[in-house]
């Protein structure tokens, strides 16, 4: 019997082991991809003129590929979701974790978890119908279709996975730190920020990354409301990023212009991978401390 559950718990352990691989495997096939096929346009092109050209003109008669005003309008697209949706996202889920009456918690969280499942594409038709003609209206500009647009629908798009995901950490929390706090003379406000958050920063920092990587992954909502132009990047400006830009002329693209996609797609890959080493580095420093 012992024999027989031994055999069984190594058959279960490798195919854990197996799927652990698979995973592993898809990643270092998908970077192996991108580095092939996006290497090629860099070298054509030159890092240089690709990275910090201002210019994009893929189909004109003298084809430009700098993705300067790319890289940027993603750097301030996600950097503006993330001051507009962190704080709102945080104090949410402090509020449910640690405030809410418990009808009132039940309500919001279904209603956070709908929001979490609205495909992309209604975030955009929803921000070009009624955002982008709002911020034309409210600002007197020419387009409504702007980078600001653009930042107001990712910060809505990761209010979900920031909310739950620190709903979570804080619940986890366990009460006896609460309850220490509460002994000591600490008002509940001061032990929600000052003892459950600190306890609960490596979930809500992974919630946070979570968001932002959702940010900077997003194509179809902010090619809708954002002008789809490859311009340098302005509040009121429309703007392209990494992900509209591959996604606008993939269909069409052939020869060096298909290879600058690709390696826009590398870069866009080596963020979101900096981006996941850096919450690895937070999360281990923060269990050492």
Request: charged content about 10%.
């Amino acid at each position: 019997m012992k024999a027989k559950q031994a055999y069984l718990e190594t058959f279960v352990h490798g195919i854990f082991l197996i799927l652990g691989l698979v995973t592993v495997g898809c990643v270092l096939l998908i970077t192996a991809y991108l580095v092939i096929s996006g290497i090629p346009a860099i070298r054509q092109i030159g890092l240089v003129p690709f990275l910090f050209g201002s210019q994009w003109a893929s189909t004109a008669a003298e084809p430009k590929y700098g993705i300067l005003p790319f890289i940027l309008t993603s750097v301030y697209g996600t950097a503006g979701a993330i001051v507009l949706g962190v704080p709102v996202g945080f104090l949410t889920a402090v509020y449910l974790a640690k405030k809410a009456p418990k009808t009132v918690k039940e309500i919001v969280g279904q209603a956070v978890s709908m929001l979490a499942g609205i495909p992309s594409v209604v975030y955009g038709l929803v921000g070009m119908m009624v955002l982008v003609p709002g911020i034309r209206k409210l600002f007197d500009v020419p387009d409504g279709a702007s980078l600001l647009a653009a930042i107001i629908v990712l910060a809505i798009m990761i209010l979900p996975s920031i909310i739950k995901m620190s709903v979570t950490a804080l619940e986890a929390v366990p009460k006896e730190y609460e309850d220490a706090s509460l002994a000591l003379g600490a008002t509940p406000e001061e032990t929600w920020f000052r003892v459950s958050v600190p306890a609960a920063k490596s979930g809500i920092a992974a919630a946070v990354v979570l968001g932002v990587g959702r940010a900077i992954g997003e194509a179809m909502a902010v090619m809708m409301v954002a002008g789809n132009a490859p311009n340098m990047p302005g509040l009121f400006q429309s703007v392209r990023f990494l992900t509209t830009a591959v996604a606008s002329e993939m269909s069409y693209s052939s020869g060096l212009q298909r290879q600058a996609l690709f390696s826009i797609a590398l870069v866009l890959f080596l963020f979101i991978m900096l981006i996941n080493a850096a919450l690895n580095f937070f999360l281990k420093g923060g269990q050492k401390q």
